[in-house]
């Protein structure tokens, strides 16, 4: 999945930087291209413009202490960085497999305990359903024994009652 969503990113990328050259050189392009063609179909539009500009900065008088830094001193001042730079490309290769290894493990056990809550509430919402299951079966027995036992005291009360209208009892 990573190294599908890092090519992804560098694709992105990609077209991310072609979009912003276009931009940013496409409109010059383009008027130097009708320019051209305008200047071999037809005569001079206009006379060359005449402008009192004065010249511009350069870099040297803009920042004089600009031109006094080379790549080469860049960050000689600081140990970590010049300790950074000595390294041997093998032994940056090695870090970053162990960084690598480092995540991997990072991620294993955050699975690991994401899969053990998961275990956890499985089993839990499983003792749930149990208990829920034997109410029901017990409600369920309950209600039969009740229904029977509404079964035999109609079959009395009807018995007695039966009885009681042979003795002359006429009821309501």
Request: a positive charge; charged letters at 30%.
């Amino acid at each position: 999945m990573t190294r599908r969503s890092g090519a992804c990113l560098r694709c992105c990328l990609v077209v991310f930087a072609v979009i912003s050259a276009l931009g940013v050189c496409g409109p010059a392009l383009y008027w130097k291209f009708k320019k051209g063609i305008r200047l071999g179909s037809s005569k001079a539009s206009c006379p060359p413009c005449i402008c009192d500009c004065p010249p511009p900065l350069s870099l040297l008088k803009i920042a004089p202490g600009l031109a006094n830094l080379s790549v080469t001193d860049c960050g000689s001042n600081d140990p970590d960085l010049k300790q950074e730079m000595e390294k041997q490309f093998v032994d940056l290769l090695t870090e970053e497999l162990k960084l690598q290894v480092a995540v991997a493990e990072e991620h294993t056990r955050h699975m690991n305990i994401t899969f053990g809550e998961a275990k956890r509430v499985a089993s839990q919402y499983q003792r749930e359903a149990e208990k829920c299951n034997a109410a029901t079966e017990t409600c369920e027995e309950a209600r039969e024994r009740a229904e029977a036992l509404r079964i035999k005291e109609r079959k009395v009360t009807l018995l007695w009652e039966r009885r009681a209208r042979q003795m002359g009892w006429e009821g309501e």
